[in-house]
C-alpha cells in the first residue's frame, strides 16, 4: 500500500501541476505542440492516479476493515467503499458513455461525492478513537467537520431541501475546518522534527510557496474567467472563504500551502531519518511516510471535491493519516509488545518456588 499511495501521489503532482497550473496559464507561452504533450501526459497521469490509487484504497480499506480495533464501523467503511470505487472507475475510465445520459451521470457525481464525504467523517472518528496524542484528536475533529459541512452544502444544493445555514454558511465553516486540520499536521510536525530537519523542510516548503505565489503574481491581474483564483483556486480547491477580500486576497492561502508542503516533507525526512529527525516520538518510518503522503493528497484534493480523482485523493489521504497516527506512539505511553521490565515473567520460577521443590 505505501508504493501504491507513492505512485498516486507522484502521479497526482503531475497531473495538477499541468492542468492546473501550466495548461491554463502559460499554454500562449508555449508552442501548440508542446500545450499537446502536456495535456497527453497530464492524462496518462490522471488514469495512473486511478489506477495505483483504487488499488491502494481497497487494499488498504480490506486491511482496515479486518482489524480487530476498527470492529464498530467496518460494515459502515466497507458498504461506502464498495459503493464508491465502482463510480470512480466508471468516471475515469469509461469517459465515452458520460454523454449518453445527462441525469445519470448527475445522480452519480451527487452520489459519488456525497460517499466520499461520508467515508471521510467516519475515518476523522476512526482517527479520533485510536489516536494517542492529543494533537491528532483536534485535527481529526477538524477533518470530521469539514466533510460534515460539505455533505451539508452538498445535500442543502438539492432542490426542497434547506436548513437553518445557507449553503455559502456551511461551505465556509467546512472550509475553515480544512485550513485549521492542515495548520494542525503542520504544528504536529514541527514539535517532533529536530532542528536539521526543520530547515530542509522548512526551505523546501518556501521553495515551492514561493513558485506559488509567483504564478499568483503572474496571472492574477488576467480576466476573472483565466485568473488564477478560478481556475486553481476554487475550480480545484474549492477556496473561497477570502473570495470577499479585495487586492491580493489569494495570497492568503500561501500560508496553509506552506505549512502543507511543511508538514510532508517533514514526514517523509522523519521516515528516513528515525533517529536523527524525530525528537520524543517512537515512530514506524512506514507509518509517519503514510501521513506525509496523506498530507500531500488531502492539500490537493481540497475542500469538497467534486470530481472523481479529487474524491479519490481526499479517501485515500484520510486512510493513509489514519493508519499512520495509529503507530506514532508518545514514549510515555506503554507499548503493549514491549515487557514491562517491573512485571514477573510467569515462565521464571521465583527463588521460593525453587526452594519449595528442592524440599
Do not use: K
Request: glycine share 10%.
Amino acid at each position: 500500500m505505501p508504493a501504491l499511495s507513492g505512485l498516486a501521489l507522484g502521479a497526482a503532482i503531475v497531473e495538477f501541476v499541468l492542468t492546473r497550473l501550466l495548461v491554463p496559464h502559460w499554454q500562449g507561452w508555449v508552442t501548440h505542440g508542446t500545450a499537446l504533450q502536456w495535456v497527453r501526459l497530464a492524462e496518462f497521469g490522471r488514469n495512473l492516479v486511478v489506477a495505483a490509487g483504487v488499488v491502494a484504497l481497497a487494499h488498504g480499506m480490506w486491511g482496515l476493515i479486518h482489524a480487530p480495533v476498527y470492529r464498530a464501523r467496518r460494515w459502515g467503511l466497507a458498504v461506502f467503499t464498495v459503493i464508491l470505487i465502482p463510480i470512480i472507475l466508471w468516471f475515469g475510465w469509461l469517459p465515452s458513455v458520460h454523454a449518453q445520459n445527462v441525469s445519470r451521470v448527475v445522480r452519480l457525481l451527487l452520489t459519488g461525492a456525497g460517499i466520499s464525504y461520508v467515508l471521510a467523517v467516519l475515518l476523522a472518528f476512526v482517527g479520533v478513537r485510536h489516536t494517542r496524542f492529543r494533537l491528532h484528536r483536534w485535527i481529526f475533529v477538524m477533518m470530521a467537520v469539514s466533510g460534515m459541512f460539505a455533505f451539508a452544502a452538498l445535500v442543502s444544493s438539492l432542490r426542497g431541501v434547506q436548513w437553518a445555514l445557507d449553503r455559502e454558511t456551511l461551505l465556509n465553516v467546512g472550509e475553515l475546518g480544512y485550513l485549521c486540520s492542515l495548520v494542525g499536521w503542520s504544528i504536529w510536525v514541527f514539535t517532533v522534527l529536530s532542528w536539521p530537519s526543520r530547515r530542509i523542510a522548512g526551505g523546501t516548503a518556501l521553495a515551492v510557496t514561493a513558485i506559488f505565489g509567483w504564478i499568483v503574481y503572474r496571472t492574477e491581474g488576467q480576466s476573472l474567467n483565466t485568473s488564477f483564483h478560478a481556475i486553481s483556486l476554487y475550480a480545484v480547491q474549492h477556496l473561497q472563504l477570502f473570495a470577499d477580500w479585495r487586492g491580493w486576497w489569494p495570497l492568503v492561502y500561501l500560508l496553509p500551502l506552506a505549512m502543507s508542503v511543511f508538514a510532508a516533507c517533514g514526514c517523509w525526512i522523519a521516515s528516513g531519518f528515525r533517529g536523527r529527525a524525530v525528537r520524543g516520538l517512537r515512530v514506524d518510518g512506514v507509518g509517519i511516510r503514510q501521513i506525509g503522503t496523506g498530507i500531500a493528497l488531502f492539500a490537493m484534493a481540497g475542500f469538497a471535491p467534486s470530481t472523481p480523482i479529487r474524491w479519490l485523493m481526499l479517501t485515500l489521504s484520510m486512510l493513509l493519516m489514519v493508519r499512520g497516527t495509529v503507530g506514532c506512539t508518545d514514549p510515555a505511553t506503554p507499548d503493549p509488545a514491549t515487557p514491562d521490565p517491573t512485571t514477573p515473567d510467569p515462565t521464571t520460577p521465583t527463588p521460593q518456588a525453587s526452594n519449595q521443590t528442592a524440599v
